[in-house]
């Protein structure tokens, strides 16, 4: 018989990753706000797998979990820097971007000083009686009027990787998760984003031991830089994003197909100190060749062999397979969001679009049948719908206002930011059909 705890929230938040971390921590002194946030680990803990040596934040400091919407919180990134006693050798370090060491640090220290998150608590299953959500946990039956998804995203494996997934395919999430000794092996990274990009440099520098050969695959046509111009980041303002909201699904695929690199890029830091590391090894101290650089290949295979593995590549370049060979093939093949399992009940009575994606309304709020009483948020699971700065951390602080102004029904936070500096949308005086 399960146990019921005998408290029913206004907010049941589900996962405590960054955002929902940033809900929480912009609830705790909302009092008319009674929030809980049910994570399933035990302490907070932000992508421990690639959490590797050399490893630098894509985002600025001030955007953390509060500060674009309440820079007085005692949750921002300046006053972890104070209460830590390291304000002013913070400045002297001079550090145009932070450690992702540090950003997990600060995260931590906030999530562990909040009363609203519960640790420990796995959400295994939530159903909707009516009235109210039934969120069951391995700590009993929790009752909540409204929902927050914040469970994140999950490892995404090539197809032809699947069935050998273990001590020696692995995915790039799990790397850094247990002791690994690469020495005098042959080891193959897939993948030419950050992850791939952290993954490759740390094996370069031997973090693993010297293997006897380091390869980097990768689709894409070259080591691609992360756009970080400035106009590029009007992408992840609060501006765009609500234009983004009002295009139509066809214009919004068409946009997010185009700002990859936006998001997905590799920072010019990392791929400077790649270069400058492969340089001095092998154009300085000219160490044999034991690396190589991978471009335009696609992984369209792979199999055990008598000696460790083969993988086929198709070639752009020169349309053609190749045949490779690795004893350790690390996928820093990125994350894909399955629906949570935990949901199965409720996904029945979600509105999905044509793309079994969830509909959603500006508010970061799931359109289902009983919405006009109960609401169901979702983070991290609305790119479709919000645009490019969704998975990312830039707009975490904002989107958590809108949602907690819708919840409580009013402005509790300023969530106006000005007018961006790009018109996005002007009014339409003709529309494009009228013309053509
Ligand atoms: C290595 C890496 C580095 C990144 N660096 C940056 C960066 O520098 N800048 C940037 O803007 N973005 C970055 N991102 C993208 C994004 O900011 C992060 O992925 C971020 O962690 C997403 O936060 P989240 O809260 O959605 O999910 P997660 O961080 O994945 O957290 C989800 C949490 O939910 C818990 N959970 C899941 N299911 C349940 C359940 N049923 N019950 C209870 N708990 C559950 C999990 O245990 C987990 O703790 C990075 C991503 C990765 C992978």
Known sequence: MEHTNNVKLDLAGVGVGPFNLSIAALLSDKTEINARFFEGRDSFAWHPGLLLDNTNMQTMFLKDLV??????????????????????????????????????DYLAWTAHQLD???????????????????????????????????TG??????????????????????IGLRERDFTGKRVMIIGGGQSGADIFLNALQSKWGQPKSLDWLSR??????????????????????DAFVELAPEIKSQEVATQKLTSDGITQKALLTIYQELYHRFDVLKQDKWVRLLPHRTLTHLA????????????????CLEAHHADIVILATGFEAPTPSCLSSIIPLLDMDAHNRYQMTPDFELKWEGQNTNKIFAVNAGMHSHGIAEPQLSLMAWRSARIINSLAGEQLFETNSGRGMIDWLSPATVSTAAVI
């Open 67 to 104: 500060s674009a919407v309440n820079p007085e919180s005692r949750y921002s990134f300046l006053s972890y820097l104070v209460k830590n006693k390291k304000f002013y050798r913070f400045l002297s370090a001079e550090l145009q971007c932070i450690s992702r060491h540090e950003f997990s």
């Open 304 to 319: 055990q062999d008598a000696n460790g593995f083969k993988l086929t590549a198709s070639n752009a370049l020169s349309q």
């Open 116 to 150: 609203n998150v519960q640790f420990s608590t796995r959400v295994e299953h939530v159903d909707f009686n009516g009235q109210h959500f039934n969120l069951h946990t391995n700590q009993g039956v929790y009752q909540a009027n409204n929902l927050c998804i914040g």
């Open 153 to 174: 995203k999950v490892p995404s494996i090539p197809e032809c990787a699947k069935a050998h997934v273990g001590e020696r395919v692995l995915h790039a999430a799990e």
């Open 220 to 241: 894409r046509s070259n080591y691609q830089p992360l756009d970080e111009a400035s106009f590029t980041n009007e992408f992840f303002a609060p501006d765009y994003v």
